[in-house]
């Protein structure tokens, strides 16, 4: 099967802890992606990585890092996690950095307590 | 600044009805504009894109039309289906710029009762 994967689902943590998100897209593609959807379901892109080469960093606090190991890799680590990081975290990706179409992942939903 | 602006936030529609929603945006370099459908604890996925060379693209139910001079997009949903209650996004980007930073609008939350 061919598609983007995410681990965890569901992660529920207290503040200050560190969180690490797992995302893996078996499609072949050379670009994968972070956004942060939050609870009014607004979609803000968070990372972009180009053959593990960080190519868009939005203006996120830096307790936010992203972690790739291959080009089908792309970990999303928060240091210290605050009550507004709460959100579903998607991952997605697309064949290359001047394509269309987006693949996102279910999501892992975040709670911070 | 809300570059891509999305209307109306919730809509309901009954089965066999016509859903229309609306986008505008600011950016003119903006040239590719696809609609995302998403359904409760699932990612968004691709449901039909458009590019600012046309201005109007249909699969089956659903058809897309795009404005340039006004900036404009829609997504029109003929014969809507309870199966089609979802939120949809409209996005916009700058193809072929040397990077990828899609802006999404806010999302419409449409349901359609049987």
């Known amino acids: 099967e061919t598609a983007v994967f995410q681990t965890p689902n569901y992660h529920v943590t207290q503040v200050g802890n560190e969180v690490s998100f797992n995302c893996k897209q078996t499609l072949g593609h050379d670009t994968m992606y972070w956004y942060k959807q939050d609870s009014k379901k607004l979609l803000k892109i968070m990372f972009s990585?180009?053959?593990?080469?960080?190519?868009v960093n939005e203006t996120v606090p830096r307790r936010f890092s992203p972690q790739s190991s291959d080009k089908a890799h792309l970990n999303l680590r928060i240091k210290s996690v605050e009550p507004e990081d709460s959100a579903v975290y998607l991952c997605?990706?697309?064949?290359?950095?001047?394509?269309?179409?987006?693949?996102f992942g279910p999501g892992t939903r975040l709670l911070v307590l | 600044q809300q570059q891509v602006r999305q209307s109306p936030q919730s809509l309901t529609v009954w089965e066999g009805g016509t859903t229309v929603l609306t986008c505008s945006y600011e950016d003119s370099t903006f040239n590719y504009f696809p609609w995302y459908q998403q359904f409760p604890g699932e990612g968004p996925a691709l449901l039909i894109s458009?590019?600012?060379?046309?201005d109007k693209k249909e699969d089956g139910r659903f058809t897309t039309f795009f404005n340039k001079r006004e900036k404009k997009l829609s997504l029109h949903i003929i014969d809507s289906q309870p199966g089609d209650s979802a939120t949809y996004f409209c996005a916009a980007s700058p193809l072929n710029t040397g990077y990828q930073n899609f802006y999404f609008g806010k999302g419409t939350s449409l349901t359609v009762i049987p």
């Open positions: 458009i590019l600012s060379v046309s």
């Open positions: 997605a990706s697309s064949p290359d950095i001047n394509q269309d179409t987006q693949y």
């Open positions: 990585y180009n053959n593990k080469q960080l190519i």
